[in-house]
């Protein structure tokens, strides 16, 4: 059985729209998909009747923001209740920041570039959190750049000068309010170190004292070396092992089941989750 717990939609910065996820996982031989679109549970609905017409089955998942020390920590939340208020209330003050200061990079990166806000509208879905991701997309649409990979190498680096920070709740709070909602807590990519600084095998300990459940060990931006690592601190911590695609559609040139998850794992975060995996 082949399982990918992590893709995102055009719901957020991915291209598909997610009963298109779910069509393009059914093309790509995947049983079963997580749509962890970031800061929002906005393309559950439609994925979720796409399960039958696809014959794959979706975990209902969300990428959620967070810092750690000051270091940015994507905390993969899997099968939560997507009407608890605690959780709603993060998610939304996220997604709120999260545009506000796109708004103000596109304000920066104008004074230098032609670039507009309209620009960047136009290469986000209706009802999308607008990010870096469609800014890049803009960045490219305008010639400024080869593509998105090259704009976040760039202009859109958090060591650039357009670069905005932006409001993320401590990790921490964030797994107790995953946990509190009925999910399950996994932190994404832990050492894509390209992305920018990392959190230490320190930090990931304490955040599996507050109830972290797994970390994402098999990701396109892991070395072997990374995996292997991850993989004997999950043991030394007693946390699951997931392996995902991290898929974005036309956006990355990640690819669906680019890695896998156990059926066991999935079996276990479905036994801590509050909703169940839905199958065809």
């Not at 803009?138 to 090259?150: E, N, P, S, Y």
């Not at 832990?190 to 992305?195: L, N, S, T």
């Amino acid at each position: 059985m082949r399982i990918d717990l992590h893709t995102h939609s055009a719901v957020s910065d991915g291209t598909d729209t997610p009963s298109g996820l779910m069509h393009a996982a059914a093309a790509s031989g995947i049983d079963v998909v997580a749509l962890t679109d970031h800061d929002t549970t906005a393309g559950w609905g439609e994925a979720a009747a796409a399960v039958a017409a696809t014959g794959v089955a979706l975990v209902r998942g969300t990428e959620i923001s967070t810092r750690a020390g000051g270091i940015s920590v994507h905390l993969l939340s899997y099968l939560h209740d997507p009407e608890d208020p605690s959780l709603v209330a993060m998610l939304e003050r996220s997604r709120d920041s999260r545009e506000t200061r796109a708004q103000r990079m596109v304000e920066r990166i104008a004074e230098d570039l032609p670039l507009t806000w309209a620009d960047v509208e136009e290469q986000a879905a209706d009802g999308a959190t607008i990010g870096r991701p469609h800014i890049a997309d803009a960045l490219v649409a305008r010639g400024h750049v080869a593509d998105r990979a090259a704009a976040f190498r760039s202009l859109l680096h958090p060591s650039g000068p357009y670069y905005v920070r932006y409001w993320a709740a401590e990790t921490a709070d964030a797994v107790a309010a995953v946990r509190a909602a009925g999910g399950v807590p996994v932190m994404a990519h832990p050492r894509a170190a390209a992305r920018g600084r990392v959190v230490s095998t320190a930090v990931v300990a304490e955040l599996a004292d507050a109830g972290l459940a797994g970390i994402e060990a098999d990701h396109l931006d892991h070395t072997p070396d990374d995996r292997e690592a991850l993989r004997a601190l999950a043991a030394e911590l007693g946390l699951l092992v997931t392996g995902s695609s991290d898929y974005h559609g036309t956006g990355k040139p990640n690819r669906l089941g680019a890695f896998t998850t156990a059926v066991e794992v999935l079996e276990e975060i479905e036994r801590q989750g509050r909703l169940p995996v839905l199958r065809p």
